[in-house]
């Protein structure tokens, strides 16, 4: 809400195999092909000729990246970014610690099938609860409505390919960590620094070593993996006080 207050229009999609989109199976899910996604939806609501401001969090960070390689390439199609806003997702390899969980499952070979078929609502709920700070877990019913989405369309059964974007970002780090440093694009982070997964500070040293032209809002201590769900306002009020600076 606080976001189509200040825009004149704010659009939010499902990519291919996650919310309420498509979840074909088997399928190769990439990166490439999620970028190519967006750029197709931006085609479809006319608005090629229109600069557009990109926020992203954590898998959205990659497809952001390569929209932002795109972009600075001059690629056929690729979209107008008139700035960029990150949060929390795995843009450096060597300062993202996957869960148990999901090295299981992105490299599990024939097992990963299986545990795809046994995942359930506890399993689900317990293991994003890890990830979520100890003041701002989500109710029981939030839970409910994401493991609704995660089940719709058989979701569940495609997680251990949608994972393999782990193992894209080790490969293409050089293109899309290459854009974020060679970008000239308005370029800021909103971190949870309680992550587990990008944790403080090593991922954050390393954010301001490797991007120094970028700005960064760090959130309360207690706030993790999600801060826009977590801390709603202080996400809305520091991507705001970025918008408002450039």
């Not at 610690?97 to 992105?106: A, G, H, T, V």
């Not at 251990?160 to 974007?165: A, E, G, H």
């Not at 970008?183 to 909103?190: A, D, G, Q, R, Y």
């Not at 801390?231 to 450039?246: E, K, M, Q, R, V």
Request: hydrophobic share 35%.
């Amino acid at each position: 809400e606080g976001l189509t207050q200040r825009f004149h229009r704010v659009i939010a999609l499902d990519f291919v195999g996650f919310g309420f989109s498509d979840k074909p199976r088997p399928h190769r899910y990439s990166i490439f092909e999620q970028a190519s996604i967006v750029e197709g939806l931006v085609r479809h609501l006319g608005l090629r000729r229109q600069r557009i401001n990109l926020l992203s969090h954590d898998y959205g960070d990659t497809v952001a990246q390569e929209l932002l390689h795109r972009y600075e390439h001059n690629k056929t199609g690729s979209i107008l970014i008139n700035s960029l806003c990150l949060s929390n997702g795995g843009i450096f390899p060597e300062t993202h610690y996957p869960r148990f969980i999901q090295k299981i499952l992105k490299d599990g070979g024939l097992l990963s099938p299986i545990i795809t078929r046994l995942m359930n609502f506890f399993f689900f709920s317990r293991g994003l609860r890890a990830v979520f700070g100890p003041y701002t877990q989500p109710s029981q019913a939030e839970y409910w409505d994401m493991w609704t989405a995660v089940r719709t369309n058989d979701g569940n059964l495609v997680v251990d390919s949608i994972l393999q974007y782990i193992n894209q970002r080790k490969k293409h780090r050089d293109r899309w960590v290459g854009a974020l440093m060679s970008t000239s694009v308005p370029l800021h982070l909103i971190y949870g620094p309680l992550d587990p997964v990008n944790p403080h500070p090593e991922f954050l040293q390393l954010y301001k070593k490797v991007l120094p032209m970028s700005t960064v809002s760090v959130l309360d201590d207690h706030i993790s993996h999600y801060p826009q769900l977590e801390d709603p306002t202080g996400f809305l009020n520091a991507y705001l006080n970025f918008i408002n600076s450039f």
